[in-house]
Nanobody
């Protein structure tokens, strides 16, 4: 059974950058939809970026446009979320989620949290002004 663990969160100032990691263990994520979601206190969980590792296709949402990128390193079974030009409104708990391989890129296409079966514990990102 694949498990994922996030790392790389921390505190930065406005305009700073962070790279979050989502490392898979107990298997690979070489043909899966892998997504990053975030949730700020008092707000709903929000999709950020998704990658279908089978072909490298990426799917973004407004929160990520122009500032965040998602990359899969197959050799390390890790998906990275590179965040630049961070703003205070990016402050949230960032979580990695993986969909079972049989769903292919469908979870990325619709980007609903319910379509992802494997979740990490999350990593906190705090951006100060």
């Amino acid at each position: 059974q694949v498990q994922v663990a996030e790392s790389g969160g921390g505190s930065v100032q406005t305009g700073g950058s962070l790279r979050l990691s989502c490392a898979a263990s107990g298997g690979t994520v070489s043909n899966n939809s892998v997504a990053w979601f975030r949730q700020a206190p008092g707000k709903n969980r929000e999709p950020v970026l998704c990658i279908y590792t089978g072909d490298g296709s990426t799917y973004d949402r407004d929160a990520a446009k122009g500032r965040f990128t998602i990359v899969h390193d197959n050799a390390k079974s890790t998906v990275y979320l590179q965040m630049t030009s961070l703003k205070p409104e990016d402050t949230a708990m960032y979580s990695c989620a993986v969909a079972e391989e049989r769903f292919k890129n469908y979870p990325c296409n619709i980007f609903w949290a319910a379509t992802f079966q494997i979740w990490g514990q999350g990593t906190q990102v705090t951006v100060s002004s």
